[in-house]
């Protein structure tokens, strides 16, 4: 007689989830979920896009993701153990999860905002001469916004020039490099650029942070 009322329960449950209803709400559910997901995804992607990351969305992107996964974890749970079913809805989210962690792991991010800003910055040094080794710091006045980067400091510096970008890495300084000749120990000074590391963005082009001083 109990396993008769258990069934009957269970019974009950699927055919209320399988109701129109139900329906209903997990469509409305589905849709805001993923839009919350890519939503999450891209502002940890947009993180990354900096030359070094912008340490507040990181944080908050990254808290978010959490909470996303949660939710997930529960939707997942509560969809097999009332419907005995694996909804097919339910691999989207890992799917964005892993892509987006393959963006972050190839660089596309910065990659791809560079490229599309790349102009802004090749107007400031065209037509320079480029300094010669040895030469002094010469630091000079660039517009606030190059592109959608805010840059707060640029200099011509032995072999191009740099430009600082204002989020910097977490507490070290970051920003773009235009530098033909490739980085080289003369760039190891005080002020921005102390013990830099340099990424190569094409061209004469390079990212870098450095050790603030």
Do not use: K
């Not at 329960?9 to 709400?25: C, F, K, Q, V, Y």
């Not at 991010?109 to 002094?136: Q, T």
């Not at 006045?141 to 510096?157: D, K, N, Q």
């Amino acid at each position: 007689m109990q396993d008769a009322t258990m069934s009957d329960t269970a019974t009950s449950d699927d055919a209320a989830l399988d109701g129109p209803g139900w329906r209903l709400i997990w469509a409305m559910w589905i849709c805001a979920f993923h839009l919350i997901v890519v939503a999450v995804a891209g502002g940890v992607l947009w993180s990354s896009s900096y030359p070094g990351w912008h340490l507040i969305l990181l944080a908050a992107s990254g808290f978010a993701s959490v909470v996303v996964a949660c939710c997930w974890l529960g939707s997942s749970l509560y969809v097999a153990r009332t419907t005995g079913r694996w909804s097919r809805w339910l691999l989207i989210a890992p799917v964005i999860g892993v892509l987006t962690l393959v963006l972050l792991g190839t660089g596309v991010p910065l990659n791809m905002r560079w490229a599309a800003n790349r102009d802004a910055f090749a107007a400031v040094v065209a037509g320079h001469p480029i300094p010669p080794p040895g030469s002094e710091w010469q630091h000079f006045t660039v517009p606030r916004w190059l592109g959608s980067y805010i840059i707060v400091g640029a200099a011509w510096v032995p072999g191009g020039a740099v430009f600082r970008e204002d989020q910097g890495a977490f507490f070290d300084s970051a920003g773009f490099a235009y530098l033909p000749g490739g980085p080289t120990a003369e760039l190891n000074a005080d002020g921005w650029l102390v013990r830099p590391s340099f990424r190569h963005l094409g061209g004469g082009w390079y990212s870098w942070t450095g050790n603030s001083s």
